[in-house]
T-cell receptor, first 115, second 112 residues
Framework: AQKVTQAQTEISVVEKEDVTLDCVYE???????LFWYKQPPSGELVFLIR??????QNEISGRYSWNFQKSTSSFNFTITASQVVDSAVYFC????????????FGRGTSLIVHP | SQTIHQWPATLVQPVGSPLSLECTVE??????LYWYRQAAGRGLQLLFY??????ISSEVPQNLSASRPQDRQFILSSKKLLLSDSGFYLC???????????FGDGTRLSIL
């Protein structure tokens, strides 16, 4: 069975601080995909990134960066110089390859960025 | 480009009344479709998913049902709503299970 753990229920920071959202996963599969989604207060989830299990290179997109480490089964998300608009719930998810259609989501981390 | 429409945005219903939430996708064919529920302050609970017309898989036994009468239409229904059915309902689609999911704007359902 797959499992995604986002141990941080809520994080509160002040604008311009860097913040890292943790994601730890469990799977017996050797190939899989990991995702991050953002849910702003308006409610809709927005896809941020997908990473396959063979690609452990870190990725940077503007102020966002992702650190994938298979050795620790983690896929952490860092926001540099946080802004109020980053306030949202962030979900990490895991999907098997080879035909499974059911993603496993973590419970989400609520990030509050204060001005 | 692909778009997903979900309606209504908000709904207030009395206990025991029926429910019908609709979701349609445009710009793609044979998408995987999903219904999620999110209780206040909680994570996402997958309710139903469909990989094709007439194919529905239920993840959690409950008071709800889903149907896919057309390729890009996914409907969530209930014959008699319970108080516990309150929540935020999200429809999503993906090309395959390995691809990202794309979510609708959601429906906030309040049961009185």
């Amino acid at each position: 069975a797959q499992k995604v753990t986002q141990a941080q229920t809520e994080i509160s920071v002040v604008e311009k601080e860097d913040v890292t959202l943790d994601c730890v996963y469990e799977t017996r599969d050797t190939t899989y995909y990991l995702f991050w989604y953002k849910q702003p207060p308006s409610g809709e989830l927005v896809f941020l990134i997908r990473r396959n299990s063979f690609d452990e290179q870190n990725e940077i997109s503007g102020r966002y960066s992702w650190n994938f480490q298979k050795s620790t089964s983690s896929f952490n998300f860092t926001i540099t110089a946080s802004q109020v608009v980053d306030s949202a719930v962030y979900f990490c998810a895991l999907t098997r390859t080879g035909g499974s259609y059911i993603p496993t989501f973590g419970r989400g981390t609520s990030l509050i960025v204060h001005p | 480009s692909q778009t997903i429409h979900q309606w209504p945005a908000t709904l207030v219903q009395p206990v025991g009344s029926p429910l019908s939430l609709e979701c349609t996708v445009e710009g793609t064919s044979n998408p995987n479709l999903y219904w999620y529920r999110q209780a206040a302050g909680r994570g996402l609970q997958l309710l139903f998913y469909s990989v094709g017309i007439g194919q529905i898989s239920s993840e959690v036994p409950q008071n709800l049902s889903a149907s896919r009468p057309q390729d890009r239409q996914f409907i969530l229904s209930s014959k008699k709503l319970l108080l516990s059915d309150s929540g935020f309902y999200l429809c999503a689609w993906s090309v395959t299970g390995e691809q990202p999911q794309h979510f609708g704007d959601g429906t906030r359902l309040s049961i009185l």
